[in-house]
């Protein structure tokens, strides 16, 4: 079963491009990563999905690399507004049941 | 087109109380799922149900039962509340179940006592 790591915080500027890792060391062959945003008091929200190399979306890029035992998610020149937690979660199918297990977080600041 | 929603928005119980917490959505989704999110701490699934009809246990279900009532509900009860089920308890549907983008409640902010 996938455990996943992330950083707790990080913080960046308005403009510079932001690159949050997360680490999912037993990720087996059929499992897919995909990240969400939180804002306070609200529910997350879906930004990228991926399976493995890269995927672009209009927001945001997700790397995987040929391991896949971790996976980069890239926000191109943040704003104020992108200050929020960031989670990753990795869907696990098993024969009748899936796992969703997603990591603690990391909670963006993005400074003026 | 109200996407999913939560009620209460916010409960308080005292210990050995039950509830039940509300989930519908108006997507047609197949699949929901109930979470909870404790402070500085991801999300951990409870419940969820696949389609109408079925549903299989998460990371968390002890202390909890749910009930998919049709298409559209998805209800979540707490039997016997405890301490340790005070958390913000978020419900989520997706068009299928695993690797398809959920669209999340507003959650509903729950306090034991």
Same mark, same amino acid.
């Given at each position: 079963?996938?455990?996943?790591?992330? /950083? !707790?915080?990080?913080?960046?500027?308005?403009?510079?491009?932001?690159?949050?890792?997360?680490?999912?060391?037993?990720?087996?062959?059929?499992?897919?990563? %995909?990240?969400? &945003?939180?804002?306070?008091?609200?529910? /997350? #929200?879906?930004?990228?999905?991926? $399976?493995?190399?890269? @995927?672009?979306?209009?927001?945001?890029?997700?790397?995987?690399?040929?391991? #896949?035992?971790?996976?980069?998610?890239?926000? /191109?020149?943040?704003?104020?507004?992108?200050?929020?937690?960031? $989670?990753?979660? @990795?869907?696990?199918?098993?024969?009748?049941?899936?796992?969703? !297990?997603?990591?603690?977080?990391?909670?963006?600041? @993005?400074?003026? | 087109?109200?996407?999913?929603?939560? %009620? /209460?928005?916010?409960?308080?119980?005292?210990?050995? &109380?039950?509830?039940?917490?509300?989930?519908?959505?108006?997507?047609?989704?197949?699949?929901?799922?109930?979470?909870?999110?404790?402070?500085?701490?991801?999300?951990?699934?409870?419940?969820?149900?696949?389609?109408?009809?079925? %549903?299989?246990?998460?990371?968390?279900?002890?202390?909890?039962? @749910?009930?998919?009532?049709?298409?559209?509900? =998805?209800?979540?009860?707490?039997?016997?509340?405890?301490?340790?089920?005070?958390?913000?308890?978020?419900?989520?549907?997706?068009?299928? %179940?695993?690797?398809?983008?959920?669209? =999340?409640?507003?959650?509903? #902010?729950?306090?034991?006592?």
């Amino acid at each position: 079963l996938a455990k996943t790591t992330q /950083p !707790i915080s990080m913080d960046s500027y308005e403009g510079q491009e932001v690159n949050i890792t997360c680490s999912h060391n037993n990720i087996a062959t059929n499992d897919y990563i %995909t990240w969400y &945003q939180q804002f306070p008091s609200q529910g /997350p #929200r879906f930004i990228i999905q991926g $399976y493995k190399t890269k @995927v672009t979306n209009e927001v945001a890029s997700l790397f995987i690399p040929a391991d #896949r035992k971790s996976s980069t998610l890239s926000l /191109p020149r943040v704003s104020l507004s992108d200050t929020a937690v960031y $989670y990753c979660l @990795v869907v696990s199918r098993g024969d009748s049941s899936y796992k969703l !297990i997603f990591g603690s977080g990391t909670r963006l600041l @993005v400074r003026p | 087109n109200a996407g999913v929603t939560q %009620t /209460p928005k916010f409960q308080v119980l005292k210990t050995g &109380q039950s509830m039940t917490l509300q989930c519908a959505q108006d997507m047609n989704h197949n699949s929901m799922y109930w979470y909870r999110q404790d402070p500085g701490m991801g999300l951990r699934l409870i419940y969820y149900s696949a389609s109408e009809g079925t %549903t299989d246990k998460g990371e968390v279900p002890n202390g909890y039962n @749910v009930s998919r009532l049709n298409k559209r509900e =998805f209800s979540l009860r707490l039997e016997s509340a405890a301490p340790s089920q005070t958390s913000v308890y978020f419900c989520a549907s997706s068009i299928q %179940t695993g690797i398809y983008e959920q669209y =999340f409640g507003p959650g509903t #902010r729950l306090t034991v006592t």
